[in-house]
Nanobody, 128 residues
């Protein structure tokens, strides 16, 4: 699967952005999709994930109620709607795809090692 993330940019605190990740190469709905982020000087962390069907979502605690992950299997695209952005949300955001067979437990959605394919990242900068 090839993944192309887009939609990053500069936004003021309290603003919104929607990230997109377009997939190609394999059957999109065979994969759970996740978003991770890496702030400057920090490790890459889990943000949100969605099951292959879209029926289950999973969020990191700090983004619950502000971010929404969704997918459109007809368009082979996953989205991350980010509202009420904070300066601490500043990071490079990566989308990733995990084979359905990799996800045995709900907690697997948050594990980087479960994801087989990664996009190139898109930078989100939130100014205070």
């Amino acid at each position: 699967v090839q993944l192309q993330a887009s939609g990053g940019g500069l936004v003021q605190a309290g603003g919104s952005l929607r990230l997109s990740c377009a997939a190609s190469g394999r059957t999109f709905n065979n994969y759970a999709m996740g978003w991770f982020r890496q702030a400057p000087g920090k490790e890459r962390d889990f943000v949100a994930a969605i099951s292959w069907s879209g029926g289950m979502t999973y969020y990191e605690e700090s983004v619950k109620g502000r971010f929404t992950i969704s997918r459109d299997n007809a368009k082979n695209t996953v989205y991350l709607q980010m509202n009420s952005l904070k300066p601490e949300d500043t990071a490079v955001y990566y989308c990733a795809a995990a084979s359905r067979s990799n996800i045995d437990y709900y907690s697997d959605y948050g594990e980087m090692d479960e994801y087989d394919f990664w996009g190139q990242g898109t930078l989100v900068t939130v100014s205070s």
